[in-house]
Structures are given as structure tokens and as C-alpha cells.
């Protein structure tokens, strides 16, 4: 008789045992699955956020791609881009800004192959005249802001395109300049006559080139048409025979690495230099003055200086003019960090004539 009850006292002991077994592990399960579905929601929230901005950048530059691995792949790069850019804007004491702009979908390799363009060539036919014409010129107080654009000596940012000839317009662009200067007229003048007849001293076309060789190829010619007689296509053409509308003597470089010998040429007039243009923050370069962090000094870009100036915190800056569209940096524009050799900026440098 006892023997019967103990055996139903273990038996009864034991399933409530179980029963507080299963209700925890239940519970468990419950937590469990309550955790994991909110941490999934959260990066799926994450990444629809991201595909959200995308589509909205997508539409904005009329980004169309040839199928949907290539939309996939290119998101991709746009959202590594995305995160760098909200990293850098959110982190430390910049002086500038990124911003996912028309190369947002592009890594920093494939964006320098379709977007830059300065090749210095190992024979060049250009012929540098001798010496430097402002080694003796004096920066006064007044000359702490030049802006040769308030001086009507700057026409309107162009786009290069897909094509490899940053030099063409960089040497244009200091053309348009000296020429303002010596005759008081703006002419924007044609970087397709130079893209299609300057190939017989060392220069490429879409592949490559270098400024010095650009007026070489005016001071040959005999001088340079304008934009209007001879408009950019973006590829390379067949030379046309046009009349010039301005003319360059011939041209100088500048002492390599000197930044005070730039700055005193750039208080004349625009000059062209060439800069390291191959960094993310180059390529996403919103506003702001860019202290050069990320690139280096290999010269493959060039760009036209157009003045100078300091900042209200006292921070001397460069007043460079791109041919990457107003849809890059300051409506075409950048402000680069003056005086500390940023990008390469003084390493390459050259002026024409008249």
C-alpha cells in the first residue's frame, strides 16, 4: 500500500517536473523568436533605407543601368560611397563636406579612368620658354582674394564627359583667361580643336595629355577658334580647318613644388596645374575647403587655378575650376587647402602667353 503511493508521489513529482521543463523552454523560444525577427527588421529597415536613397539618386542623375545585376552590383558601390560619405561628414572637424553626387555609383579606380586624363608625356615636342615672369612679383594686402571670375576673366564651367582630356580644358580654360586679360573680351574657346588636331606631339585625345603640349599646339596653329565655330563632342573628330579667335606667344612652367611661385602667378592671371584627383573625397567633393586628405601626388588630373583666399577661421584656400559638369564640388568648383601641398597642387603647373 505505501509502496503504491510513493510510486504515484515520484510519478506525480516527476511530471510536474517535466511540465516546468517544457513551459521554460517554451519561454525560451519565445524570447528567442521575438529577438530575432526585430534584429532582421533592423537591417532589413537598414538596407531599404539605403535602396530608398538610391532609387531617389537614381532619378536624379537619370542613372539607367543594362540589367538588374548591374543595378545590384552598382548599389553596391553606391552604398559603400553612402556610408563613407555619412562617416567623413559626421566625424571630426572637416572643413568640407561630401555628398552623393553623379559619381556616387562609380569606386575610385573606375571613376579616375573615365573622368581624368593628365598624362605627361616622355618626349614632349612643347617648347617652354625660359625663366618665370613673376619670380620678382610682390602680393600686396589687396592681393589676399584673387578671384578672376569678379574680374570677368572666367566663362562658364564645361563638362568633359567620359572623355580623358581634363588637360585640354585645364589649358583652355588659362587661354580663355590671358586672353580676357590682354583684350578685355570673354571668349570661350574650343577644347574639341584641340581634342581632334593637337596629335603630333605626344598628346591622346580621350586617353591622355598634357597641357604644355595643348599651347604648343595654339602657338603652332596659330591660334585657337571659339567654342560656338567648333563645339565639344566628347569624342575625338577629324581636324577641322577653322579661323582662330585668339592667340597665345607661348607659355611657362612654373617652379615644381613652390606654392608661393603659383600663388604669384595666379594674382596675373588663371593658370593650369595638375593634381592628384584619384580619392574618394576628390571624387564626392560637395563644398567646403579640402585639405587633401586621401590623395596623394600623382599627377592625373588637371584644373584650372583661378584665385585665391582665406576663410574667416584664417585658412588660405585655392580656387580651383574642374570640367567635371556643376553638378561636382561648389557648382563646378573647389576650394583646396592652400600652402600645405595638398593633391600635388604646385607640382605641375604652366601659364600661356600672349
Not at 584656400?317 to 601641398?341: F, H, P
Amino acid at each position: 500500500m505505501e509502496s503504491n503511493i510513493s510510486n504515484k508521489h515520484m510519478m506525480m513529482t516527476t511530471l510536474i517536473l517535466l511540465v516546468s521543463v517544457i513551459a521554460i523552454a517554451d519561454s525560451v523560444c519565445y524570447v528567442l523568436a521575438a529577438q530575432e525577427p526585430s534584429a532582421t527588421v533592423g537591417k532589413t529597415t537598414g538596407d531599404e533605407a539605403m535602396m530608398a536613397r538610391y532609387k531617389k539618386w537614381m532619378v536624379q542623375y537619370g542613372r539607367k543601368y543594362k540589367d538588374d545585376a548591374e543595378k545590384a552590383h552598382r548599389f553596391q558601390v553606391f552604398k559603400a560611397n553612402a556610408e563613407f560619405i555619412d562617416r567623413s561628414n559626421s566625424g571630426g572637424k572637416k572643413k568640407y563636406v561630401l555628398g552623393t553626387n553623379q559619381f556616387a555609383d562609380l569606386t575610385t579606380k573606375e571613376f579616375a579612368a573615365l573622368y581624368t586624363g593628365l598624362k605627361k608625356p616622355v618626349s614632349s615636342g612643347a617648347k617652354n620658354m625660359p625663366g618665370f615672369r613673376y619670380q620678382n612679383f610682390t602680393r600686396l594686402e589687396d592681393n589676399v582674394q584673387v578671384d578672376w571670375r569678379q574680374q570677368g576673366a572666367v566663362t562658364p564651367v564645361k563638362n568633359q564627359g567620359q572623355c580623358g582630356c581634363c588637360w585640354a580644358f585645364s589649358a583652355v580654360g588659362a587661354m580663355e583667361g590671358i586672353n580676357q586679360i590682354s583684350t578685355g573680351n570673354l571668349i570661350s574657346l574650343s577644347e574639341q580643336q584641340i581634342l581632334d588636331c593637337d596629335e603630333s606631339d605626344g598628346n591622346h585625345g580621350c586617353n591622355g595629355g598634357y597641357m604644355d603640349n595643348a599651347f604648343q599646339y595654339v602657338v603652332n596653329n596659330g591660334g585657337i577658334t571659339t567654342e560656338d565655330a567648333y563645339t565639344y563632342a566628347g569624342t575625338e573628330g577629324t581636324c577641322q580647318n577653322v579661323q582662330p579667335a585668339a592667340t597665345i606667344s607661348g607659355y611657362q612652367d612654373l617652379p615644381s613644388g613652390d606654392e608661393n611661385a603659383l600663388a604669384n602667378a595666379v594674382a596675373n592671371q588663371p593658370v593650369s596645374v595638375g593634381i592628384d584627383g584619384e580619392s574618394r573625397p576628390f571624387q564626392l567633393y560637395q563644398g567646403g575647403i579640402y585639405d587633401g586628405n586621401g590623395c596623394g601626388t600623382d599627377m592625373n588630373h588637371a584644373v584650372t587655378a583661378i584665385g585665391y583666399g582665406t576663410d574667416d577661421q584664417g585658412t588660405p584656400y585655392w580656387i580651383l575650376k574642374n570640367s567635371w559638369g556643376t553638378g561636382w564640388g561648389e557648382n563646378g568648383y573647389m576650394q583646396l587647402q592652400m600652402g600645405v601641398g595638398a593633391c600635388g597642387i604646385s607640382t605641375m603647373s604652366s601659364y600661356p602667353t600672349s
